[in-house]
């Protein structure tokens, strides 16, 4: 039985052909136009392929669009292969056309009816109830939906009292459902194709189509029914073009819409991402440094050693010139320490050596509180560190801050210069391990910063002084930054950059969240809560949707932040790092996914 429906459709090949080409030109021709009135949405281009996210009519009018194509490509499939081929595909368009009202009033009320079932079922039920009753309320929906498409073919194509038995209903469901659901399952296992999502989209549809045309009529048919041959040629032609116009659009992008790519992510924990001027990107990961080949890392050189990049354990800085440093701390005092161990690390491999942070054995330490520690590399290969170490006095200890010159990464002769000591304050909720920041400019000044009761105080020396500042912040911060005299931190919604603050908007839970000072301007990457791909879901049981999270890219300068959505994946927030090349492209990378801005907010 299955097999014959597919011989109806192949029997009728040519002009079944001419129709699905039709269906395929008219699909990608509306979608690409609807770009151009993408109005109330944010329209990208990843990968080559437009992406739309928000809640404008654009976004609602694509899959009703593609909906509808589904019945008129249905309706003039069935007209041909009915009309044993002797109707032409541009006929059995206009055929599909004319029915199209009917069965859209049709399609409505059956997928309200259906909804409306399964809404009074998950009223009057809970628990394994619940499950069973919304299949069987499923079941009877799916084959009364096909029982009723049947009786609405065979009205079109000249039928209209033959009502389908169960056996020819059944048939339908296999053939003209299951297989085409196997279909779109292959192709969302295939995942995006760069350029060529909606040329496949497309003819997805179109096999959907040819498919379930057959099924559909096979028992108004005979199978040896001669088939007048009918130019394919020239509705190839058009589904080519359509198709071309819709690379075309997107490599010129007349919408000026932003250009993503995206790469391999890193399978690892990312630690810190730095975008050297005249460079590729570098970024470091638990695993070890990876110098980029091109911009998305797709290509890296690898390096290891030193202090594994543990996020609270270890800091890690990249120089301006790409140099990596980590810095963590080891060793008691019994031994001589504490210790910091560090790494230098380039292209050429890392060196490791080892510091005490201690100055004599007279120096005394309160090791009950976290030792803070950070390094960095300055433009003449020289090594800085700041270091907070806890000592004893106050209500609640106190930091002594320092700043540690290292000539070489041996640091036989340090430098060592006192900041001055400061009272910690009572808990702020902020982790230890990630107090302490270092940054070197190109002009070899460092600037430390050190986050102390939801206030971060910076210093820098230069060949005369060490000085202080003080900046507030805010508080239950997720992450903050520092970069010569400027600190910028982001607490929940709100980015607080000296005295002006900007709010985003919620981005959610789990670990997303950094903010990265760049171009006299800061720059924000989270994940904010987003509604998934279009498409049908059920969620059975007491358990919660499944989370969406949209990916998201900030940059506030003046009074103002534009923003612009990069990709959407499910669960929680992912931990992402950030970072801004010299001409204003934006690299966001994750575990999972590596995502290049090319076009500069």
Request: glycine content about 10%.
């Amino acid at each position: 039985m299955l097999s014959s429906s597919y011989r109806v459709a192949w029997a009728a090949r040519r002009p079944l052909t001419g129709v699905l080409l039709l269906v395929v030109a008219g699909h990608l021709l509306v979608s690409t136009l609807l770009d151009l009135f993408a109005d109330g949405d944010v329209l990208v281009i990843l990968d080559g392929n437009p992406q739309v996210s928000g809640a404008g009519a654009a976004t609602w009018a694509r899959p009703a669009v593609t909906v509808l194509f589904w019945l008129i490509g249905l309706v003039a499939a069935a007209w041909v292969v009915a009309r044993d081929g002797s109707a032409s595909p541009a006929e059995a368009i206009w055929h599909g056309m004319r029915r199209l009202p009917v069965f859209a009033l049709g399609a409505v009320a059956t997928a309200g009816a259906a909804g409306l079932a399964l809404w009074t079922v998950a009223e009057v039920s809970t628990g394994p109830v619940f499950v069973l009753l919304a299949l069987a309320v499923l079941v009877v929906a799916a084959y009364l939906t096909a029982r009723v498409l049947l009786i609405g073919i065979g009205w079109a194509v000249g039928e209209p009292r033959r009502v389908p038995g169960r056996a020819e209903t059944g048939t339908f469901l296999l053939a003209a459902v299951l297989l085409p659901m196997l279909l779109g399952w292959f192709r969302g296992q295939a995942g995006p194709v760069p350029y060529a999502d909606r040329p496949l989209d497309a003819l997805l549809l179109a096999a959907v189509i040819a498919v379930q045309a057959g099924a559909a009529t096979r028992r108004h048919v005979e199978p040896a029914a001669p088939e007048r041959p009918a130019r394919v040629w020239p509705f190839a032609t058009a589904a080519v073009l359509t198709a071309a116009l819709t690379v075309g659009a997107v490599t010129q992008n007349p919408y000026q819409a932003p250009v993503i790519r995206t790469g391999p992510g890193t399978d690892s924990t990312v630690a810190a991402v730095g975008w050297p001027a005249g460079q590729h990107p570098v970024i470091v990961t638990l695993a070890g440094v990876r110098y980029c080949d091109d911009d998305r890392c797709t290509r890296y050189h690898g390096v290891t050693g030193g202090p594994a990049a543990v996020d609270s354990w270890t800091t890690t800085t990249i120089g301006a010139d790409g140099t990596v440093v980590k810095t963590s701390t080891s060793g008691g005092e019994d031994a001589g320490g504490p210790f910091l161990n560090y790494a230098r690390c380039v292209p050429d491999g890392c060196r490791t050596a080892y510091l005490p942070v201690r100055t004599s054995a007279t120096d005394k330490l309160d090791m009950s509180l976290n030792l803070e520690v950070a390094g960095a590399s300055a433009p003449d290969g020289a090594l800085w560190f700041f270091v907070a170490a806890p000592v004893s006095g106050g209500a609640y200890g106190r930091y002594r801050l320092t700043l540690i010159r290292c000539a070489e990464v041996a640091c036989a002769t340090p430098e060592r210069h006192e900041l001055g000591v400061t009272d910690r304050t009572p808990s702020d909720d902020y982790p230890d391990g990630r107090r302490a920041r270092l940054t070197i400019g190109t002009g070899g000044r460092p600037a430390a910063a050190f986050w102390l009761g939801h206030s971060i105080l910076r210093y820098t020396c230069d060949r005369s002084r060490c000085g202080q500042d003080f900046q507030p912040a805010g508080e239950a911060v997720t992450t903050w930054t520092s970069s010569g005299d400027r600190a910028a931190a982001l607490s929940g919604d709100l980015v607080f950059d000296g005295d002006r603050t900007w709010q985003l908007g919620d981005f959610g839970t789990g670990e997303s969240g950094v903010v990265v000072l760049a171009r006299r301007a800061t720059y924000v990457a989270a994940a904010v809560a987003a509604a998934p791909a279009a498409g049908f879901r059920i969620t059975v049981g007491s358990a919660e949707p499944q989370r969406y999270r949209r990916e998201t890219v900030w940059r506030c300068a003046g009074s103002a932040c534009t923003s612009v959505p990069l990709d959407t994946y499910a669960g929680e927030g992912r931990k992402e790092m950030l970072a801004v090349s010299e001409d204003g492209r934006v690299l966001v990378v994750r575990d999972d996914r590596v995502l290049l801005l090319e076009t500069p907010l």
